[in-house]
């Protein structure tokens, strides 16, 4: 289950981003909204929020206010915020964690260093690509945080970027030239990610010892890297072999 935190006072996911699928329980059995979180006794009493340690993926509107009973929404308060950041998810060592809020800019999220945490992202660009990620995770169960941070496509548009930075890199070669080892030694990790993006049931650095052996042109191994990204831009994944 995939636990999403947001008070979403005054209906603002629909009336700010016209999204009305969770309310339509188009993932009920995948996805429970939590709308209020009562305040704990102490700070060190987070024993009301233990249910989430079993969870998925928690995505947490970083500003959610504690509730109680009586008085409301608690302004200014939000120890529950902080406790499932620091105690429950462990900020993603324990349970993957997504922090919004509207105050947030562009996602912070290093894929390679932690693929379960996404420490900030703004809040319109969580809700646009929340059905998606949802919608990976119903069908395999899987949790890839990617799709929130970069959207459905993200593969295609990483191998995109990492083509530019790979052609950047021999830009001043002539084509006619050899491709030597020490023309790619300064993006030798972008190519290793871009031949495991392209060809994931392969042995990368097997591919990439056959590049240093083949000897192409220049030319030719620009023609190859243009045409897989090609290939994920039309298909959306490579098709072709190296």
């Known amino acids: 289950m995939i636990y999403l935190i947001d008070d979403n006072q005054f209906d603002q996911r629909r009336n700010n981003y016209n999204l009305t699928f969770i309310e339509e329980g188009i993932f009920d059995g995948y996805l429970l909204s939590i709308e209020k979180l009562e305040k704990g006794k102490d700070f060190a009493d987070f024993s009301h929020l233990e ?14 206010e504690d509730y109680d009973k009586e008085k ?17 998810s462990q900020e993603g060592d324990e349970v993957p964690l997504v922090v919004f809020s509207n105050a947030m800019g562009e996602p912070e999220f290093d894929f390679e260093k932690n693929p379960n945490y996404i420490r ?85 650095n097997q591919i990439l010892n056959n590049i240093e052996k083949q000897l192409f042109t220049i030319q030719e191994f620009k023609l190859k890297l243009n045409k897989i990204n090609e290939s994920f831009i039309k298909y959306g994944k490579n098709i072709y072999n190296w």
């Not at 529950?80 to 950041?85: F, H, R, V």
């Not at 052609?167 to 790619?184: F, M, T, V, W």
């Open 51 to 64: 249910f989430l340690k079993a969870a998925d993926c928690i995505v947490l509107h970083a500003t959610i």
């Open 72 to 88: 409301g929404f608690l302004s200014g308060s939000t120890s529950n915020a902080l406790k499932i950041k620091e105690f429950i």
């Open 120 to 204: 900030a992202i703004k809040k319109n660009l969580l809700y646009d690509n929340l059905f998606d990620f949802l919608n990976h995770y119903k069908k395999t169960g899987d949790v890839d945080l990617r799709i929130i941070a970069m959207g459905k496509n993200f593969i295609h548009k990483k191998v995109s970027e990492l083509t530019l930075n790979i052609l950047k890199a021999i830009e001043s070669k002539e084509d006619s030239n050899k491709l030597q080892g020490p023309d790619l030694k300064d993006v030798k990790s972008e190519l290793q990610t871009f031949i495991e993006l392209s060809f994931p049931d392969q042995n990368a």
